[in-house]
């Protein structure tokens, strides 16, 4: 089961355990209102990381982009007979 945060334009936040069918969930009912809650986005608890493991998630967070030149050069297959023992037939 996983935690997710909704947000009441009322209320305000509030969490709620959901099973793995939760993850598809957008919307869920507010438990002090009723009203129609949407789901909002809580990144990883990165302040109680260690300080490598952070700036690794952090890294990975940022697309790498390179250019056509720095790419390595690719080799073109070389012909080979498919079938090499009939080749002379």
Do not use: N, Y
């Not at 509030?14 to 869920?28: N, P, Y």
């Not at 009723?34 to 697309?63: C, N, T, Y």
Request: proline residues 9%; charged residues 25%.
């Amino acid at each position: 089961m996983a935690q997710f945060t909704f947000k009441c334009r009322t209320c305000g936040t509030f969490e709620r355990w959901m099973g793995s069918k939760g993850a598809r969930v957008s919307e869920a009912p507010c438990p002090s209102c009723g009203e129609a809650a949407g789901r909002v986005f809580q990144p990883v608890h990165l302040s109680k990381m260690d300080a490598k493991i952070k700036a690794r998630i952090e890294q990975g967070m940022q697309p790498k982009t390179r250019q056509r030149k720095d790419l390595p050069a690719m080799q073109q297959p070389q012909q080979r007979a498919p079938r090499p023992w009939q080749a002379g037939h």
